[in-house]
């Protein structure tokens, strides 16, 4: 059930596609990407002043943005702690562009790849 946050901030569960699973047991590791995915990434372009892209995701209710060229291919993101980090506490100004603030060095993984293999690349990556 959603109910709204005094804050403007709405909660509820979040997008499941229909038919993705709820565990990642089993042969859920061998499905590709594609299709554990529940809808289309929010994304948008470098220049991108900081306040849309926040208001981007209150909207749709997620907590990164892709930042991506204009032919689509991801260039970096921008997360709720990239946010607390680089312009909350030091008081950058929103209307500043996300390239400025956004995470690079990202690890993709293309559709077509098992679940399995995101999950090892994932874990990879952590410090």
Known sequence: MQHDDPR?????????????????????????????????????????PLREALEMMRRERVGSVIVVDALKRPLGIITLGDVLARVALPQLALDTPVAKVMSVNLCTAPAHAPASHASATSARSLP
Do not use: K, M, N, Y
């Not at 499905?31 to 809808?39: G, H, K, Q, Y």
């Open 8 to 48: 403007g901030w709405e909660s509820g569960p979040a997008p499941i596609a229909q038919d993705a699973p709820l565990s990642l047991d089993g042969h859920e590791f061998d499905r590709p990407l594609a299709e554990l995915s529940a809808r289309e990434p929010v994304c948008c372009e470098p220049g991108t």
